[in-house]
């Protein structure tokens, strides 16, 4: 049985990654930790579970030269969140929370300098978050410039080692806390989410974080 805070299914995963693709890219480096915050791509397995993401870095970026010496590394998403705040309450005596959905995965990272690998992968991300847009913007539009830029980059691919994933979103909370946080919430995609991980407290839940749940995704 599925712990209180644990996905419902591989489709919420996919939804906080296509809502929130900006994640931070953490690793060891030689003098400390690194980290960079970076538009990743997913890669998902035939039965819907998180295989891999995709990315890129500029190649003088320290992650780059720590990666190439310890491939380990770890991924992180913050997805929707808000401040559960007791003002809100008759009941003075709550202590405050924090309502969420995150996710982090380790990874192990290959780099990949081939020029064709490099311009395919942003081939895709342009694409991913051009999609559904008016005059939706394509890489060869750069033209000369596009190889200038890619020459300062560098492709690389992580493989999911393993994976944690936590829907902190009411499920905890007695009737009328959920239903306070509920009201200040009426309209986000944090309320969206809340009903979708408590059915029959709310109404359905339609998540609606750009880019769209349904953006294509990455290529196995």
Known sequence: MPGLFDPRSPQDLADLVAGHPLA???????DGLL???????????????????????????ALVAALRADPRALVLWMGVQGYVSPSWLDDRTQAPSWTYAAAQARLQIAFDDDEGVLAAHLERLS???????????????????FAQLARRVIAFRGSVTALQQRYKLGQDERAEVFAAQLARRDGTSLADWMRRFNPGRGP?????????????????
């Open 24 to 30: 931070w890219l953490c690793a060891d480096g030689p």
């Open 35 to 61: 980290a960079a915050p970076l538009p990743l791509l997913p890669h998902w397995a035939s039965d819907g579970t998180l295989a891999g993401v995709e990315g890129h870095l500029p190649r003088t970026h």
């Open 127 to 145: 694409a991913v978050h051009e999609a559904g847009r008016p005059k939706a913007w394509q890489p060869a539009e750069m033209g000369e410039r």
């Open 204 to 220: 359905a839940a339609t998540i609606n974080d750009p880019p769209a749940a349904d953006a294509p995704r990455a290529a196995p």
